[in-house]
């Protein structure tokens, strides 16, 4: 029989679906929508068992395509990282899953960084706290749901609640826990953590750490006739999809760099050691693995931001045009800049404000169209430089992936912007490859994550940056900075105007 790997990839918009050959060819596809509900403004969630049987659908298309002589070695899961997930003792939800995008505990994350706790969370988990992280998603539910946590057993993830499904058993990984459960140098839970915020009690709802490689389960008969994967099928622990889609791209060494420009804006370097510095800005996540981890800068916002531009500035999603348009644009946008803090909860990375807004700067009677286009882009650029600056020892080499790295003008305008060399490996769902090669690892098919990359990993094409190109952003970037710097004011007191218009209006509907 022919092994294959299976690589699930469940993210907050679409579940992914792929099935690899061992030398990392991909072979048949899946996708499904993984729809989002906002019963509120701010509020992001989605309903669980509609995530598990999109998954199910998923999986049995891709169980298909299967020939006779094929048979799947191993299954592995990655997905959104963040939010919380919650089950009861008997396995069912206990709330819908909160996402990572969600703003409702915003108040909650203001409390903790003006005091205290804010800084002691990230001495102890090496990460930025926003409103979409888990323990304050928690705090919230504590505090305004009160029975739901009382209700709840385990509070774990995305990729564990489908590992749950899949296999009945109950785990997490470092990498999920370490936001921010897990101390970043002792790669275990921290009890401090439910101390500072006076809720010890809530650690009891934290679920058992699996090494990225561990098989945590075999697929269940009740799995097998919701999904087609055969039953008894190893399932395999796997990490959350940020440090996953980085060794799906290509990462294998320390030093190496890897951005995912999608929702969001995900840059992060691999590490053999734990860096937290700068204090207080990012994420340090563990990842086990004979000891790595990754500092991550991940913006709020990535290509939604041109989606925006082009949707209300263009009246249509036309890429290509716009690349063109805006290339026709010198560098710098002639003196315009963008800001791309498009969130709902602000930003967090390189710098956590949940009032952060975009802006135009720079607005003349001279600016056109395709100059507002083309400072998007930038923007985006800028944002990204702005995390690279942030991160110990910027790459020299970064791996791209996501729908950004679509576009060779933005690649161009990456590397130009951060003077690393950008490479955009072959194929694509880099998340679900990488947690086909963890699947793959598990089950003795790679002699280790590093060997199962350097086997599979090819390359489509790379971008150098153009020297007098990269010291203009350089001007550029200082520009920016200094701008964003100075906006905090600004951001503070609009959220404040924001604030008495929402009552106004309360009152007149009244």
Same mark, same amino acid.
């Given at each position: 029989m *022919?092994?294959? #790997?299976? !690589? /699930?990839?469940?993210? *907050?918009? =679409? /579940?992914?679906?792929? +099935?690899?050959s061992t030398d990392g060819e991909p072979l048949y596809h899946s996708s499904r929508q993984n729809? /989002? #509900?906002? @019963?509120k403004s701010g509020w992001q969630e989605q309903d669980m068992y509609a995530t598990w049987r999109a998954t199910t659908e998923v999986l049995g298309e891709i169980m298909d395509k299967f020939d006779e002589d094929e048979e799947v070695a191993a299954l592995g899961v990655t997905g959104q990282g963040d939010g919380c997930w919650l089950i009861d003792e008997d396995g069912e939800p206990a709330y819908d899953a909160i996402l990572w995008?969600?703003?409702r505990a915003d108040e909650i994350i203001d409390e903790w960084q003006s005091g205290f706790v804010g800084g002691r969370i990230y001495d102890i988990c090496g990460s930025a706290q926003f409103p979409g992280s888990s323990l304050a998603i928690l705090m919230w539910l504590r505090e305004n749901e009160s029975s739901v946590v009382d209700d709840a057993d385990t509070v774990f993830f995305c990729k564990d609640w489908l590992k749950y499904k899949l296999t009945g058993t109950v785990t997490s990984d470092p990498s999920d826990m370490s936001l921010p459960y897990v101390d970043v140098e002792e790669v275990e839970y921290s009890s401090e953590l439910f101390e500072l915020v006076? +809720?010890?009690? #809530? $650690? $009891?709802l934290l679920p058992p750490l699996a090494e990225p490689t561990d098989v945590v389960g075999q697929v269940t008969a009740e799995a097998e006739r919701e999904t087609g994967v055969p039953e008894g099928t190893p399932v395999v622990s796997g990490l959350f999809d940020v440090p996953c889609s980085m060794y799906g791209s290509g990462v294998s060494e320390p030093?190496?760099?890897?951005?995912?420009v999608g929702t969001t804006s995900l840059n992060q370097l691999l590490l053999d050691a734990p860096d937290t510095s700068p204090h207080g800005a990012g994420m340090t996540l563990s990842l086990g693995l004979g000891g790595r981890w990754t500092r991550v800068m991940a913006s709020m916002i990535g290509t939604p931001n041109l989606d925006w531009a082009l949707e209300e500035i263009r009246g249509e999603r036309d890429y290509r045009a716009a690349a063109t348009e805006a290339q026709n644009v010198p560098l710098g946008a002639e003196g315009l800049l963008y800001h791309p803090y498009l969130s709902a909860s602000g930003e967090r990375a390189p710098f956590l404000n949940t009032d952060a807004r975009a802006q135009f700067v720079g607005l003349g009677p001279d600016h056109r169209r395709e100059h507002l286009i083309r400072a998007v882009y930038e923007g985006v650029a800028l944002a990204m430089k702005d995390c690279y600056e942030h991160i110990p020892d910027t790459p020299d080499t970064v791996y791209v992936g996501g729908g !950004?790295?679509?576009?060779?003008?933005?690649? $161009? =305008?990456f590397a130009d912007c951060t003077g690393a060399e950008f490479v955009v490996p072959s194929g694509e769902e880099f998340g679900a490859k990488g947690a086909a090669l963890l699947a793959g690892t598990g089950v003795g098919l790679y002699d280790d994550i590093e060997s199962a990359i350097e086997e599979t990993q090819s390359t489509e094409?790379?971008?150098? @940056?153009d020297p007098e190109n990269a010291d203009l952003y350089d001007d550029i970037y200082e520009w920016y900075k200094m701008t964003r710097e100075n906006m905090t004011e600004v951001w503070e007191k609009r959220s404040g105007v924001v604030g008495s218009l929402e009552r106004i209006e309360r009152t007149v509907k009244w």
């Open positions: *022919t092994e294959r #790997l299976i !690589g /699930i990839d469940a993210g *907050t918009s =679409m /579940i992914k679906g792929v +099935a690899f729809k /989002i #509900l906002r @019963p995008s969600d703003g006076d +809720a010890p009690e #809530l $650690e $009891e030093g190496q760099g890897s951005s995912v !950004g790295a679509k576009s060779e003008f933005w690649c $161009e =305008m094409r790379s971008y150098s @940056p």
